[in-house]
């Protein structure tokens, strides 16, 4: 069974400025609501969990691999899968283990196999109820905020010139910390097979859907690509493409936005920050996408990907026809990525 649809509109995750305020005044969290809502804020923001799979965790919820390392043990159910492990840091590893210290405190009596790791403040004198959504509670503590100021590029006199403005609030709510989990994973290189597994994606196309490939990549792969051009003669000629980087760079970061593996150059798509694309990202098949070779590995994946899921559905994969025509990657897919890798 596939992924079911999810909220992945690349480019949901918060900009590192908005990011470190929010950590810096989860203290004010706290206080207008309850440790339970800080600490499911906290888990939200460093294992990049849904926000469900955090409320209903049990309090046993933390185990060892072989090598010793911590990992979350969770149940998806949104997929029904029951019982997932994603490794997670020391620090997050902590911040459970103080939680599970003030539940066995607060219930020393009740079975524990059956409390939770953020119980229900009221009503619930066993700690057998999870905590429910925390949204509301989220959302007033976001409001309450001062404004939280981020740099914005603008062109004045063809001079780019960086200005802080105030960030939507609205855009802050307990869904975009996925988000802003797998952008930090992408943008720390974690191959995109590798970001799927630790969001327990079925399908990889649902993975690309969370995360942009940022500017120091773009950036990157310019450089990359320009430092490999020859005259006729074999010469490089890096020294008149090093005085054309720096305008390409400003030319990119205008006229285009970025896509799972390339850019998007159609005009309202990039007015609206990537947002307003009617293909919702099928980008292969779209004349306004463009990549470049600093993306063959990734496109390589891709496709080696899509031969094996259509491999499984051609085979004894049990599904309704619907289901299996809807999740079938087409031949036109497999050919422009064939064209493009």
């Not at 942009?212 to 690509?225: L, N, P, Q």
């Not at 025509?325 to 990525?337: N, W, Y």
């Amino acid at each position: 069974m596939p992924d079911e649809p999810e909220d992945t509109e690349a480019g949901r995750d918060l900009p590192d400025e908005v990011m470190r305020e929010l950590c810096s005044r989860l203290d004010e969290l706290e206080a207008m609501s309850s440790i339970e809502v800080r600490v499911a804020t906290e888990l939200l923001i460093d294992t990049g969990q849904r926000p469900d799979e955090i409320n209903t965790l049990a309090l046993n919820c933390l185990e060892q691999d072989s090598d010793g390392s911590d990992v979350l043990v969770y149940d998806n159910h949104k997929a029904y899968r029951l019982g997932r492990r994603v490794p997670i840091g020391a620090e997050t590893a902590a911040t459970i283990r103080r939680q599970q210290q003030r539940v066995l405190e607060r219930f020393p009596i009740a079975d524990q196999n059956q409390r939770r790791l953020l119980p229900r403040p009221k009503t619930n004198p066993e700690g057998t109820k999870h905590l429910v959504d925390i949204s509301t509670q989220h959302r007033a503590w976001v409001n309450s905020l001062s404004d939280l100021l981020v740099p914005v590029v603008v062109v004045h006199a063809d001079t780019p010139v960086t200005q802080l403005v105030p960030f939507d609030k609205t855009r802050i709510f307990p869904y975009a910390y996925r988000h802003c989990y797998a952008q930090r994973h992408a943008d720390a290189g974690v191959p995109v097979d590798v970001l799927k597994e630790l969001m327990d994606h079925r399908a990889i196309h649902t993975t690309m859907g969370y995360y942009r490939v940022g500017e120091e990549r773009r950036r990157e792969a310019v450089d990359r690509v320009t430092a490999l051009q020859f005259d006729r003669h074999g010469h490089r000629v890096w020294r008149t493409a090093k005085s054309l980087l720096d305008s390409e760079h400003v030319r990119r970061a205008i006229g285009e936005v970025a896509t799972p593996y390339g850019a998007c150059r159609e005009p309202s798509n990039v007015a609206a920050g990537g947002h307003a694309c009617p293909l919702r990202f099928r980008c292969l098949g779209c004349e306004h996408f463009s990549t470049d070779v600093s993306y063959l590995p990734d496109l390589q994946a891709h496709l080696s990907d899509l031969l094996r899921s259509r491999e499984r559905l051609m085979s004894a994969f049990e599904a309704d026809d619907w289901a299996r025509t809807q999740a079938m990657p087409s031949q036109e897919e497999v050919r422009a990525l064939n064209q493009r890798g």
